[in-house]
């Protein structure tokens, strides 16, 4: 049943129900009480009129002495029968004494009445019941004497039929459902034009992201009119967006890689190829091509690197080596490792550690994240520039600066950085042996160790790269 559900289940069909949840259930819920409750007033009102006849009835009958025994009264009893062929029912006069003076039937005259309502309407009180099952309803009227000591000196009993009543009820009933069906006709058309005035924007949301699907990236998403539907159509051209420029970058990195990846090939074919054609080559020339030869090779070398920490960063089931690290000691590290390049850029390395930090940290990816810094601050540097690399930390964290006063990065530029096959300047990073996946590696790092990185930059100022990591990490 609940894949049934997934499967099938509609927002329309939801909708809908709701609608009609929303209108139908308390209109039936009206209708049922006010049924009752109209019934219940259509006997509350014919009692309060019987009631009233009766009881002015019964003041004619003290005034002319009816129950103290002078006799039949024409006029009174014509008025009795009157009211009990009005109502429909029958009506006797019960004395003082619980017998029957008359009955309108002639049937029950001088038996005695014992019943509860006829007693209770003996101490002064005037009473009905309704029986709606037995579809009948019983009236007592209090008879007063001629004067007050007297008290009530009979009682009008009043059985009739309530037939009449019910019919008036069910026509209003029957007017009622009337009224529901239309109301609930009315409803589920209303329900069914709104669910699809309300999906026809998703309908043309999900038109455009199956021709998306199927390849044509150019696609427009048409949002309609709902603000929802135009946040979601927003977020959608974001995405669409990011793939198109995803898959610009994937094609150029395709072409700069199959570039970099040959021309170190070409250059060592060529340079192997000349050594083959000499024959009697002077020892120099030999070592100075074997060293170009080694520079092509470790050109090479680090292009593949990159490739493979990239690969591995990628990979879902990819494990930390979690362990104590000294922090400032592997920046000096690091440092040390890059100060050869530093100096061949004429760009001067400083550390600075504001304390001393320990960390459970991965000590190879922390030392691709400082690698990958510290390099791309000294390769987008200028001769005679800095690059300062400092370790501070707080209670739960510590923090890696990397500061240069290079060429900076331009502010349209900073949101991509991160971005994998990314290169602000393409042809200075070719010169250098870039693939523009430095940051990319060292953005994966941090984020697997729970960590963040910032950037702050003004172009032509400098660069500041803000690495913020748990000293604890919390798997």
Not at 43 to 67: F, H, I, P
Not at 88 to 105: E, Q
Not at 185 to 204: D, K, Q, T, V
Not at 282 to 292: A, G, I, K
Request: net charge negative; proline share 3%.
């Amino acid at each position: 049943m609940a894949a049934f559900f997934r499967k099938y289940l509609s927002i329309r069909v939801v909708f809908v129900l709701l609608l009609l949840f929303a209108g139908v259930v308390p209109l039936l819920v009206q209708e049922l009480v006010l049924v009752d409750a109209s019934l219940q007033s259509l006997v509350d009102g014919r009692m309060e009129n019987l009631s009233a006849q009766l009881g002015l009835l019964g003041e004619e009958m003290s005034r002319t002495g009816y129950l103290d025994g002078s006799g039949p009264d024409a006029g009174v009893e014509g008025e009795l029968r009157g009211y009990a062929q009005l109502s429909d029912g029958r009506i006797l006069l019960v004395g003082s004494d619980l017998r029957v003076v008359w009955d309108t039937l002639g049937k029950d005259v001088g038996k005695t009445v014992a019943a509860g309502e006829v007693i209770r309407c003996f101490l002064g009180e005037n009473l009905y019941r309704f029986y709606k099952d037995q579809r009948f309803y019983a009236l007592t009227v209090p008879i007063y004497g001629d004067s007050p000591e007297h008290g009530v000196a009979g009682v009008l009993l009043v059985t009739a039929s309530a037939e009449t009543l019910l019919k008036i009820a069910k026509a209003q009933n029957a007017r009622a459902t009337f009224l529901l069906i239309v109301v609930f006709s009315a409803i589920l058309l209303l329900g069914l034009w709104g669910a699809a005035a309300f999906l026809r924007p998703f309908g043309r949301l999900q038109s455009s992201l199956g021709r998306i699907a199927e390849g044509h990236l150019d696609e427009k998403i048409r949002v309609g009119v709902f603000a929802e539907t135009r946040g979601i159509g927003i977020a959608l051209e974001r995405m669409l967006e990011r793939l198109r420029s995803s898959d610009e970058l994937r094609d150029e990195f395709v072409s700069n890689v199959s570039h970099e990846l040959k021309t170190p090939i070409t250059s060592i074919r060529v340079l192997a190829d000349s050594l083959m054609a000499m024959d009697d080559a002077p020892v120099e020339l030999y070592r100075e091509f074997m060293s170009d030869i080694s520079d092509e090779i470790d050109r090479e070398s680090k292009i593949i690197d990159d490739l493979l920490n990239l690969v591995i960063s990628d990979q879902t089931g990819a494990q930390l080596d979690i362990e104590p690290t000294d922090i400032g000691a592997l920046a000096k590290l690091a440092l040390k490792r890059l100060r050869p390049v530093a100096d061949e850029s004429r760009v001067e390395l400083i550390f600075e550690s504001i304390r001393e930090v320990r960390a459970d940290v991965d000590e190879g990816k922390t030392m691709a994240i400082l690698s990958n810094l510290v390099e791309n601050a000294i390769k987008y540097n200028r001769p005679g520039g800095f690059v300062r690399v400092t370790v501070d930390a707080d209670h739960k964290h510590f923090l890696l600066k990397v500061a240069d006063n290079g060429i900076g990065i331009p502010e349209e530029h900073q949101g991509q950085i991160f971005e994998r096959f990314y290169r602000v300047d393409k042809a200075r990073s070719r010169e250098s042996g870039g693939t523009g996946l430095g940051l990319s590696i060292a953005r994966d790092a941090v984020l697997m160790m729970k960590g963040t990185i910032t950037v702050q930059s003004n172009e032509g100022e400098g660069t500041t790269f803000t690495v913020r990591i748990p000293l604890t990490y919390a798997g």
